[in-house]
């Protein structure tokens, strides 16, 4: 079975600094990927960044960035230059193959609330 | 280019009564997925839809059912409501027919159920 872990529940963040979102993953499969997404208090899921297992480089996606340590099973979402925009709930995900037969969904983390102070 | 749709915003329901959520995917997605996020659970998987099949369900009673058309939309329905089953319903949609593990899901705005 796969696993999200995001242990920080809240984070807090200056405007114009950089934050990092931790997040590790628990997964027996060689391919599998790693999603983080927004989510507002408006309540929609916000696509913001994707690494594949297989990925040799770290995702970058404008301010958004993907620390992938395999190894240590870790994705952490990295923003840069934070905007009072970027306060809201972040979350986690994975999508796990087996066998090359995907299941289809995605395994959530518990989400991270940041808030970005003025 | 158009996002992923679902009606209504809101519903709110009785329990006993059926609910049925709908769902338009991006132009071009087969895929269609469903997620229930209740306060204190998280974002828990539902139902897969692909092709107008139903290619994966999670951990939920037979209750919550759905389907897809033609035109890839899905209905989610849920019958027999029960109080916990108040939540935002998250639908989304995604482009590969396969479901690949590198398929991004694209949501919907989502549709707050509330049972009383």
């Known amino acids: 079975a796969q696993k999200i872990t995001q242990t920080q529940p809240g984070m807090f963040v200056q405007e114009k600094e950089a934050v990092t979102l931790d997040c590790t993953y628990d997964?027996?499969?060689?391919?599998?990927?790693l999603f983080w997404y927004k989510q507002p208090s408006s309540g929609e899921m916000i696509f913001l960044i994707y690494?594949?297992?297989?990925?040799?480089q770290n995702a970058t996606e404008g301010r958004y960035s993907l620390n992938f340590q395999k190894a240590r099973k870790s994705a952490n979402l990295v923003i840069s230059a934070s905007q009072l925009g970027d306060s809201a709930m972040y979350f986690c995900?994975?999508?796990?193959?087996?066998?090359?037969?995907?299941?289809?969904?995605?395994?959530f983390g518990q989400g991270t609330i940041l808030t970005v102070h003025p | 280019e158009a996002g992923v749709t679902q009606s209504p915003t809101h519903l709110i329901k009785t329990r006993g009564q059926q609910a049925t959520l709908r769902c338009s995917p991006i132009?071009?997605?087969?895929?269609v997925y469903w997620y229930q996020q209740a306060l204190g659970l998280g974002l828990q998987f539902l139902l897969w839809?692909?092709?107008?099949?139903?290619?994966n369900r999670g951990n939920f009673p037979p209750r919550f059912s759905g389907r897809q058309f033609p035109n890839y939309s899905s209905e989610l329905n849920v019958n027999a409501l029960e109080l916990e089953d108040s939540a935002l319903y998250l639908c989304?949609?995604?482009?590969?027919?396969?479901?690949?593990?590198?398929?991004?899901?694209?949501f919907g705005p989502g549709t707050r159920l509330t049972v009383l």
């Open positions: 989304a949609s995604s482009l590969l027919a396969g479901g690949a593990s590198t398929d991004t899901q694209y």
């Open positions: 997964t027996s499969d060689p391919s599998y990927g």
């Open positions: 690494q594949g297992s297989y990925d040799q």
């Open positions: 995900a994975m999508r796990e193959t087996a066998g090359g037969t995907s299941y289809g969904k995605l395994t």
């Open positions: 132009s071009g997605h087969t895929s």
């Open positions: 839809y692909d092709e107008g099949e139903e290619r």
